[in-house]
């Protein structure tokens, strides 16, 4: 066994693999249960980066309250408009997230739901 670089994305697989982990590409002859469980592990890996590009989202959003508190005095006298920007864009980025978070787990859940659905 080596580990050799995809033919499609170029990253590295092992030589036995019959499918890229990265891409999804087959190398040969690819069961369907196989396929299916690529699809399911490819489908977690995303929820997964969502997720903590959602946290991120929520520390610039603090950040940025934490910026109008600042230039604000503790809330003594008038900001600039620069904390109000950010927050606004964090809280657009954070909604726009948990939607492709959601959307996401739903399909997680059909996959899952047919592949019970399979085994009986």
Known sequence: MAIIPCPECRKKMSSRAAICPSCGYTTGEVTE?????????????KI?????????????????????WWSSGGFQKLSSIGP???????????????????????????LLKKKRGSII
């Open 84 to 110: 109000f920007i950010l927050m606004g864009l964090a809280g657009t980025a954070y909604f726009v997230l948990r939607i492709m978070l959601f959307q996401r787990r739903r399909q997680q859940r059909a």
């Open 33 to 45: 249960e196989q396929l299916e469980v690529m699809r399911v592990r490819r489908l977690r890996d």
């Open 48 to 68: 997964y980066h969502l997720s903590m590009i959602s946290y991120l989202v929520m520390a610039i959003f603090l950040g940025g309250f934490g910026w109008y």
